[in-house]
């Protein structure tokens, strides 16, 4: 290997660092979304449990916050799925830099395509994180739930 293609290695490294910080980022965050979903899952198998033996004002209550945990489930699903897309394609840029040097064919615009790719699934991502913590938000209830009032007509 001569020093041309040694320093011409060294340089596409110097590129791809800061690829590898936005991985080490993404894969933050899936771990944060994996947790979420985790806490959302035992939630919902928590209120199927007590589904049996309640009151119909308080099954009907239990079946509408399990509506609300599939739900944010799904949401958390796919922020989590939007960001293992933009891993993929962080990681193909990575891959495209060293073969551009390697081979010596610019892959410029593959590069930057792909690159803003992974720059939309992660903002994608994020904002089905943000709704889902939105709607966690406002679900938020402390203590328990008191029976309502008979209607009167």
Same mark, same amino acid.
């Given at each position: 290997?001569?020093?041309?293609?040694?320093?011409?290695?060294?340089?596409?490294?110097?590129?791809?660092?800061?690829?590898?910080? *936005?991985?080490?980022?993404?894969?933050?965050? $899936?771990?944060? %979304?994996?947790?979420? +979903?985790?806490?959302?899952?035992? !939630? @919902? &198998?928590?209120?199927?449990?007590? *589904?049996?033996?309640?009151?119909?004002?308080? $099954?009907?209550? %239990?079946?509408?916050? +399990?509506?609300?945990?599939?739900? !944010? @489930? &799904?949401?958390?699903?796919?922020?989590?799925?939007?960001?293992?897309?933009?891993? $993929?394609?962080?990681?193909?840029?990575?891959?495209?830099?060293?073969?551009?040097?390697?081979?010596?064919?610019?892959?410029?615009?593959?590069?930057?395509?792909?690159?803003?790719?992974?720059?939309?699934?992660?903002?994608?991502?994020?904002?089905?994180?943000?709704?889902?913590?939105?709607?966690?938000?406002?679900?938020?209830?402390?203590?328990?739930?008191?029976?309502?009032?008979?209607?009167?007509?």
């Amino acid at each position: 290997m001569n020093d041309a293609t040694v320093g011409s290695i060294a340089h596409v490294i110097q590129l791809a660092v800061a690829p590898v910080f *936005l991985l080490t980022g993404v894969g933050s965050m $899936l771990g944060v %979304l994996t947790n979420r +979903l985790a806490r959302i899952v035992d !939630r @919902a &198998r928590k209120l199927e449990a007590d *589904l049996s033996g309640q009151e119909e004002w308080r $099954l009907q209550l %239990l079946r509408q916050w +399990l509506k609300d945990l599939a739900l !944010r @489930a &799904r949401l958390i699903g796919w922020a989590i799925s939007l960001c293992i897309g933009c891993a $993929l394609l962080i990681g193909s840029v990575v891959v495209l830099l060293f073969v551009s040097s390697i081979t010596e064919v610019n892959f410029g615009g593959v590069v930057a395509a792909l690159f803003i790719g992974a720059m939309l699934s992660l903002i994608s991502g994020l904002l089905c994180f943000m709704r889902e913590i939105y709607l966690a938000t406002r679900q938020l209830r402390i203590g328990q739930p008191e029976r309502p009032a008979p209607l009167t007509p």
